[in-house]
């Protein structure tokens, strides 16, 4: 069993940034790809950016390429999201997830344990 716990969302204007962070407990962190998907109102949840276990390869969505940085620290347990040049079409809930396995991927259903969710609001 993984339990995650994101943090650091907010409200900010367009052009700013936020730094996600997720914390991982309950099971050895560094032997699971972890992911960043967000759910905006009326939408399906959507990939945002990924990290296979190990080598630490990533994989990010189209529309966050160039803007935002997926990276973990195993020794602290712990996933990051760093969200720059942040715009109004950003503004979702931004969850973490962990799969049992180490090869990083974009499907919401290949991944087996979420977080809560964190709110991230951009204004223009």
């Known amino acids: 069993q993984v339990q995650l716990v994101e943090s650091g969302g907010g409200l900010v204007q367009a052009g700013g940034s936020l730094r996600l962070s997720c914390a991982a407990s309950?099971?050895?962190?560094?032997?699971?790809?972890m992911g960043w998907f967000r759910q905006a109102p009326g939408k399906e949840r959507e990939f945002v950016a990924a990290?296979?276990?190990?080598?630490?390869?990533?994989r990010y969505a189209d529309s966050v390429k160039g803007r935002f940085t997926i990276s973990r620290d195993n020794t602290k347990n712990t996933m990051y999201l760093q969200m720059n040049s942040l715009k109004p079409e950003d503004t979702a809930i931004y969850y973490c997830?962990?799969?049992?396995?180490?090869?990083?991927?974009?499907?919401?259903?290949?991944?087996?344990?979420w977080g809560q969710g964190t709110q991230v609001t951009v204004s223009s």
């Open positions: 997830a962990a799969r049992l396995g180490v090869v990083a991927t974009i499907t919401v259903l290949m991944y087996d344990y």
């Open positions: 309950g099971r050895t962190f560094s032997s699971n790809a």
């Open positions: 990290i296979s276990s190990g080598d630490g390869r990533t």
